[in-house]
């Protein structure tokens, strides 16, 4: 795969805890225009993967490119590209919703016309247009979600990072967010995220990553890791690679 086609470049990525190693020599890229579901058990090291490669944590090993910038060389330049939606983000409470939004795309340099006119289409399509005023410690925690989703693409990312991006959304959001991140990658984004709802990964992953203790067990296409290690469904997949580790907790249970 040429320079030009990758979005996401990790190359022995590790990350050392003390004696604990929670990412071992984590090797893989992502292309543009794709949407990666990078899938493991709780405590694998999905989320500390994601955070070294949005800068707030640094590797112990290795380097990470996105859109061809390293990541820990050049961190502004390559934070300019990223968006970045945490499982638990944080939001200032006693900012309105449109406050929030404004205060995001200056924080961004987006020019003050085009946050407008991206907070009322991005309000409308999250159905946030009655909350304008609202203080963000008075929304749901699902409008609090919708609100992130809006903010995060005002700058118009070339790559995004989403960790658990349904946790607690009503079915009606999680189409709308399912249907937007696959419009996005139509249109050339980059997408990496997390979750635990494997039929959804199932649904809308271009490829597969699947890790486990810190190491990369699976990668590639729901048909070639159906090919390679059996199983109709991901769930079935991801059970045969994963469950061994869900069997030594069952049998530490007293009977």
Known sequence: MESKDVAIQIEHFTKKFGNFTAVDDLSLSVRRGELFCFLGPNGAGKTTTIKMLTGLLRPTLGSAHLCGIDIH???VKAKKKIGYIPDMPFLYDRLTTTEFFRFTGELYGVDEAAIESGLEEAFLLFGLMEHQTALIKDLSHGLRQRLIYATTFLHEPEVLFIDEPLIGLDPYTIRLIKNLLRRKVA????ILLTTHILPVAQDIADRIGIISRGKLIA???????RDTHGGDTLEDIFLS???????ACLSSLPS
């Open 73 to 75: 060389a050049e961190p």
């Open 219 to 225: 990668l590639g296409t729901l048909q070639e890791l």
């Open 241 to 247: 690679l994963t469950g061994e580790e869900a069997d």
């Open 187 to 190: 249109g050339g984004m980059s």
